[in-house]
């Protein structure tokens, strides 16, 4: 999967093959080289027909919502600080008894944060906090993170007076 550096709403997930090819400058789907392509070298594909095909076989995509439900059903919509549990109870008729997260009292974190090469997607990563104890977290990780910046920087200043 492609790493990704930034929020996103989603990621596309690609094969080991169409990675590597896009990685190469390359038709994912054909593999032919973009300095030999006849259309622009910005889009995805060579072809159009390699566009169709592509998009058939890489229709699948992780949503962040998804993974957000995900994450809080997995620890049983429970803050993992505080202990407590935010549960909506379903009325409707179609989903009648069964548990939902309170969304407005969740959030979905990332245990190593993003400003410190935590990975976005990954589900080891994410943890359900309530929005008080994400505050608290967010605090302390604004204090670490300035730290981690400062130590990133100093190293980068000491690899370019190695060089010189």
Known sequence: MIKMTERQQYIRI?????EKRIENNECPVCGKPKTEW???????????ECTEKFYDEHDKSLHW???RSRVFK????TCAMC???????AKH??????EFADTA??????????????????MENLQTLCIECNKKKTAFDQAIIAK??????????????KKV
């Not at 690609?14 to 169409?18: G, V």
């Not at 006849?38 to 159009?48: F, G, Y």
Request: aromatic fraction near 14%.
């Open 65 to 67: 919502s998804w993974v």
């Open 105 to 122: 009292k969740l959030v979905c974190d990332h245990i190593k944060p993003l400003a410190m090469d935590g990975e976005m997607w990954d």
């Open 148 to 161: 981690y910046k400062k130590i990133k920087k100093a190293q980068k200043l000491h690899k370019t007076f």
């Open 38 to 48: 006849n259309r622009r070298t910005d889009w995805r594909c060579c072809s159009k």
């Open 74 to 77: 997995k620890d049983n919509y």
């Open 83 to 89: 202990g407590e549990r935010f549960v909506i109870i």
């Open 14 to 18: 690609y094969s080991k093959i169409a």
């Open 93 to 98: 008729p179609d989903y009648k008894g069964e």
